[in-house]
C-alpha cells in the first residue's frame, strides 16, 4: 500500500523477476529471483495494471493463445471468462473492451495456470462497483484455497477488504508491516462518535474509548440528552499511513 511512485510496482518486478539489478536480498519460493528458472513462471500468474493484450484477437484468442504458452495443465478460457462476468463477450475483439473489461480478461489471463502465487498490480483498477465485488471475492476464493497473493494498491479499501498483512511503502521503503487489525489497534485511535438534540440542533460529539466509562461528560450526556446516534469509529489505514509518512496515498 503506498502512493503512486512510492516503488509498489517496482516490488512487484523484482519479485517476478523483470528486474534483477536490485541491491538487497530476497527469495521467493526458496529461489533467489535473480537465478529464477523457466519453471518458476509455470507456478505464478502476473496481472499488471496495464493490461498488455492483444487488441485485434478476441478474449477467448487471448486466452488460447496465452495458455499454449504453458507446459502444464490450464484451466479452460470459457471457465475464466464466466468467472468474471465475460461469459457473453468471448467472441468480442479485445479492441472494443472496456477498460473495465480488459483489467477482466487480463485478470482471467493471471489464472490461466492455476498459479500457486498470484501478482496483482491495482487488480481494482477502472473496476465499476459490481465488478470490483465480482474480483474481490475470487480473490478471497483464491485466498482460501492456500494461494498466495501479493497486491499493489493505493486503495486502502482493498487492502483492508482482502489482505493478510499490509506494508506501507514509501520511496522505496517499507516503514510499517503488520495485519491491518494489528496496524489499527497499535497506531490508531478508536473513538465513539454521538449525536444529540439541543434546541433544534444537532449537537456532535467524539469521545476517545480509552477509560469512557469514566467519562463524566460521556455519561452526562447519557443520562441527561435524548442520544439520537451513537457508534465507534477506527482509524482507516489510510489515516494511518497519514499519521506515519506524513503523505497521503494518492
Not at 13 to 37: A, C, D, F, S, T
Not at 130 to 136: G, Q, Y
Request: with cysteine.
Amino acid at each position: 500500500l503506498g502512493p503512486n511512485g512510492a516503488g509498489k510496482s517496482t516490488t512487484q518486478k523484482i519479485l517476478i523477476g523483470i528486474l534483477k539489478n536490485y541491491e538487497g536480498y530476497v527469495q521467493v519460493m526458496r529461489q533467489e529471483p535473480k537465478n529464477l528458472h523457466a519453471e518458476y513462471y509455470e507456478s505464478i500468474g502476473v496481472a499488471f495494471e496495464f493490461p498488455n493484450l492483444y487488441s485485434k484477437f478476441t478474449a477467448l484468442e487471448n486466452l488460447d493463445f496465452f495458455r499454449k504458452l504453458y507446459n502444464g495443465e490450464t484451466k479452460e478460457p470459457r471457465t475464466l471468462l464466466a468467472l468474471v462476468g465475460l461469459e457473453n463477450d468471448g467472441h468480442t475483439r479485445v479492441a472494443d473492451y472496456s477498460k473495465g473489461m480488459k483489467m477482466r480478461l487480463n485478470f482471467c489471463r493471471a489464472l490461466l495456470n492455476n498459479p500457486e502465487i498470484l501478482f496483482l498490480d491495482e487488480p481494482t483498477s477502472g473496476l465499476d462497483p459490481v465488478n470490483l465485488r465480482r474480483i474481490a471475492g475470487i480473490i478471497k476464493d483464491l485466498k482460501s484455497q492456500g494461494k498466495t497473493i501479493c497486491i499493489t494498491t493505493h486503495d486502502m479499501h482493498v487492502a483492508e477488504s482482502l489482505c493478510d498483512r499490509v506494508a506501507f511503502i514509501v520511496d522505496g521503503k517499507i516503514v510499517l508491516i503488520n495485519s491491518p487489525r494489528e496496524l489499527k489497534l497499535q497506531n490508531g485511535i478508536r473513538t465513539l462518535k454521538l449525536e444529540y438534540r439541543e434546541d433544534g440542533n444537532i449537537v456532535k460529539k467524539d469521545f476517545s474509548l480509552e477509560n469512557l466509562g469514566e467519562n463524566m461528560e460521556f455519561l452526562s450526556l447519557l443520562k441527561n440528552k435524548n442520544i439520537e446516534t451513537m457508534h465507534t469509529q477506527e482509524a482507516t489505514l489510510e489515516d494511518i499511513f497519514i499519521k506515519t509518512t506524513g503523505r497521503s496515498l494518492l
